[in-house]
């Protein structure tokens, strides 16, 4: 199997104004994300709001999703569960749907032991029809996954990648070095859209960044200039794609706040509905009023850039 690499962006999933799936939405967003260039599409992780989506959504999104990019680029689906069985079971679906591959975070709720993440993987990657990325998401599941797990890991056949979303470049690097002696088989991805550019000049696979929901072309164009090793065209995107957090990620409370800034900027985009999955409310009133303000900037900002 050919290594997953490239920008691979967190997609939202959109909803309609009874939070079902809105599939002029899921189109949109097919659409603007493949016109900018991206290498594949992530489903169902935390910018997806996976664990927060019923059983019938996750499935109608992977469906349409993958109907409409026709295999152009990779598919990767969030299976995160508590229970390995429902895991797996989603797995097959996504696989019978035409998904490329999965992608799970430790269960969350109780925080695992080292030996109980090797334990958990390697059982999923043992018994997955499809390929398996692991994510490390310590924010969400409160366990941290650790270099030396991550390399008995990496030995396993159908373990093919890592996505990094610690947001500590010492952590990352210390996985980097760890993971060189599986380089011909094994991916390693940067999460937070601050790092993408830094990550891939060090030798990051790629990103899968939040903020590529709304610039796909900038974010390909980041890593493709940082793959040159490019460091000031990376310098100069990498700038636009901090501001572009700085200013959307923190006007709401709470860990959800990234992503209510993220989806009214995508509605204002004319893309999706700005609607969240239960029982979040999405912006309104002056937090609304600011994401008009910041999309302002940012799309000059934008132009600025030329790409």
Request: hydrophobic letters at 50%; a positive charge.
């Amino acid at each position: 199997m050919k290594k997953f690499s490239g920008l691979i962006p967190p997609m939202v999933t959109p909803l309609d104004a009874n939070r079902r799936l809105d599939k002029k939405g899921v189109k949109n967003m097919v659409d603007h994300l493949l016109s900018g260039g991206v290498d594949g599409i992530f489903l169902l992780g935390t910018t997806g709001e996976g664990p927060h989506l019923s059983y019938a959504v996750r499935e109608a999104l992977v469906r349409e999703t993958c109907r409409l990019v026709k295999g152009r680029v990779p598919v990767l689906v969030g299976i995160t569960e508590t229970d390995i069985e429902d895991a797996l079971a989603f797995a097959a679906i996504c696989g019978k749907l035409g998904a490329a591959a999965v992608v799970a975070a430790p269960p969350y709720y109780f925080k695992l032991t080292q030996a109980e993440c090797v334990e958990w993987f390697s059982e999923l990657a043992d018994r997955s029809p499809l390929p398996v990325v692991v994510y490390d998401m310590p924010a969400h599941t409160d366990t941290v996954i650790e270099p030396a797990t991550i390399v008995k890991l990496a030995a396993h056949p159908n373990v093919v990648a890592m996505k990094d979303s610690s947001s500590v470049i010492a952590l990352f690097n210390k996985f980097r070095l760890a993971l060189e002696p599986f380089a011909d088989k094994f991916s390693l991805f940067m999460g937070p859209d601050e790092a993408m550019g830094e990550a891939v000049l060090l030798g990051a696979d790629g990103g899968v960044c939040t903020g590529a929901n709304l610039w796909p072309a900038a974010f390909k164009v980041m890593h493709l200039a940082a793959k040159a090793g490019d460091a000031g065209k990376v310098a100069r995107i990498q700038r636009f794609t901090t501001m572009s957090s700085y200013l959307l990620y923190g006007l709401g409370a709470g860990q959800i706040g990234f992503l209510k800034g993220v989806k009214a900027a995508l509605a204002e985009m004319g893309l999706v509905q700005n609607v969240l999955a239960a029982p979040f409310a999405p912006f309104a009133g002056k937090e609304l009023a600011a994401v008009k303000k910041a999309l302002k900037t940012l799309r000059a900002e934008y132009a600025r850039l030329g790409i």
